[in-house]
Protein backbone atom coordinates (compact mmCIF):
# COMPACT_ATOMS: atom_id res chain seq x y z
CA UNK A 1 0.00 0.00 0.00
CA UNK A 2 3.01 2.07 0.82
CA UNK A 3 4.26 2.26 -2.78
CA UNK A 4 1.11 2.57 -4.27
CA UNK A 5 0.86 5.72 -2.34
CA UNK A 6 4.24 6.72 -3.46
CA UNK A 7 3.69 6.53 -6.70
CA UNK A 8 0.20 8.52 -6.88
CA UNK A 9 -1.99 5.72 -6.94
CA UNK A 10 -5.12 6.21 -4.61
CA UNK A 11 -5.85 3.53 -2.14
CA UNK A 12 -8.55 1.96 -0.03
CA UNK A 13 -8.57 -0.71 2.81
CA UNK A 14 -11.61 -3.09 3.84
CA UNK A 15 -10.97 -3.99 7.14
CA UNK A 16 -12.76 -6.41 9.46
CA UNK A 17 -11.27 -4.35 12.88
CA UNK A 18 -10.72 -0.79 12.10
CA UNK A 19 -9.03 -0.50 15.48
CA UNK A 20 -6.76 -3.07 14.71
CA UNK A 21 -5.79 -2.09 11.57
CA UNK A 22 -4.89 1.22 12.58
CA UNK A 23 -1.62 0.02 13.86
CA UNK A 24 -0.87 -1.64 10.58
CA UNK A 25 -1.73 0.91 8.02
CA UNK A 26 -0.82 4.69 6.85
CA UNK A 27 -2.60 6.96 8.55
CA UNK A 28 -5.94 7.65 6.33
CA UNK A 29 -5.71 11.16 4.07
CA UNK A 30 -9.31 11.60 3.35
CA UNK A 31 -12.78 10.05 5.05
CA UNK A 32 -14.84 8.15 1.93
CA UNK A 33 -17.53 10.52 1.17
CA UNK A 34 -14.82 13.53 0.91
CA UNK A 35 -14.76 15.09 -2.16
CA UNK A 36 -11.80 17.06 -1.28
CA UNK A 37 -7.84 15.40 -1.98
CA UNK A 38 -4.60 16.72 -2.19
CA UNK A 39 -2.30 14.17 -3.15
CA UNK A 40 -2.88 10.26 -2.95
CA UNK A 41 -6.03 9.33 -0.96
CA UNK A 42 -6.00 6.80 1.45
CA UNK A 43 -9.01 6.01 3.37
CA UNK A 44 -10.04 2.78 5.65
CA UNK A 45 -13.33 1.28 5.10
CA UNK A 46 -14.80 -1.26 8.04
CA UNK A 47 -16.29 -4.15 6.22
CA UNK A 48 -15.79 -8.21 5.79
CA UNK A 49 -15.11 -10.27 2.36
CA UNK A 50 -17.46 -13.00 3.71
CA UNK A 51 -20.56 -10.39 4.39
CA UNK A 52 -21.27 -9.48 0.16
CA UNK A 53 -23.11 -6.73 1.44
CA UNK A 54 -20.45 -4.63 2.94
CA UNK A 55 -18.49 -5.09 -0.49
CA UNK A 56 -20.46 -2.42 -3.20
CA UNK A 57 -20.00 -0.09 -1.01
CA UNK A 58 -16.14 -0.65 -0.17
CA UNK A 59 -15.23 -1.44 -4.00
CA UNK A 60 -17.35 1.72 -5.44
CA UNK A 61 -14.86 3.55 -7.40
CA UNK A 62 -12.21 1.34 -7.52
CA UNK A 63 -10.86 0.26 -10.70
CA UNK A 64 -8.68 -2.80 -9.17
CA UNK A 65 -8.81 -4.98 -6.19
CA UNK A 66 -5.87 -6.94 -4.33
CA UNK A 67 -6.53 -9.18 -2.00
CA UNK A 68 -4.26 -9.39 1.15
CA UNK A 69 -5.95 -11.07 3.67
CA UNK A 70 -5.12 -14.19 6.74
CA UNK A 71 -5.72 -17.17 6.02
CA UNK A 72 -7.40 -17.59 9.53
CA UNK A 73 -8.92 -14.95 11.69
CA UNK A 74 -6.93 -15.57 14.94
Same mark, same amino acid.
Given at each position: MEALLAKGVACRALVKDAARAANLLPQP???T *?? @?S @? @??PE? #??MTGDVYQ???LPRAFAGCDAVIVASA? *? #?K
Open positions: TTQ *NS @S @S @SGF #DVYATA *N #D
